[in-house]
Structures are given as C-alpha cells and as structure tokens.
Nanobody, 122 residues
C-alpha cells in the first residue's frame, strides 16, 4: 500500500501562483511514475502532468504547458506541482497519483491521494 497526501491548495487570484505537494508513504516511491490530475465540477478527471521515476522526464497537458512544472524529490518521497500564471479555468480539485508506464507516460494508476482544492478567482 502507498498513502498519498496532497497539500498546498487554496484560493488565489488570476495570474498568481501556488505550489502543490504530495507526500508518499508506505511503498517504494521511486519505483512509480508520479502524476497530477485535476477534476472540475461536471467534468472528467484530466491528466495535468507526469514525471518519470528518476525525475528526468516530464509530460504536460497542452493547457498547462509553460505555466506548470512537475518535479519530485525521491529522497523526500514527495512530488510537487508548481503552478504559475493561474487562470480561472485551472479551478479544480487536484489529485496526485502513482502508477506504472513508460518513462514519463503514465498508463495505469495504482494509488490516489484525497485531492486538494485549487480555486482561481478572476
């Protein structure tokens, strides 16, 4: 089992920044591809960003490229999502996930966090 706990969400004005953290416990963190997903009310959960096991490769949804940065610290069992130039359409519950796949492409999700709310006001 792996437990994932997100933190760092909140309310921010458009153009502002937030940094989400996801702390993992219970399994070998570095053996999983890590990812951030988000889900706005009435929509499907969307993959935002993913990062390879050693942290050397990343992938992003087109909607966040150039604004969001995913990173990980395998010594601290933590994955981060730095979000800059936030827009109202970024408002959602953000979830971190651990899973399998190839390099930075996550193809299966095994563990999920409980989610953290991000609200961007206009």
């Amino acid at each position: 089992q792996m437990q994932l706990v997100e933190s760092g969400g909140g309310l921010v004005q458009a153009g502002g920044s937030l940094r989400l953290s996801c702390a993992a416990a219970g399994r070998t963190f570095s053996s999983y591809i890590m990812a951030w997903f988000r889900q706005a009310p009435g929509t499907e959960r969307q993959l935002v960003a993913s990062i390879s096991r050693p942290g050397t490769n990343t992938r992003y949804a087109d909607s966040v490229k150039g604004r969001f940065t995913i990173s990980r610290d395998n010594a601290e069992n933590t994955v981060y999502l730095q979000m800059n130039s936030l827009k109202p359409e970024d408002t959602a519950v953000y979830y971190c996930a651990a899973g399998g796949g190839i390099i930075a492409t996550i193809t299966s999700t095994t563990y999920w966090g409980q989610g953290t709310q991000v609200t961007v006001s206009s």
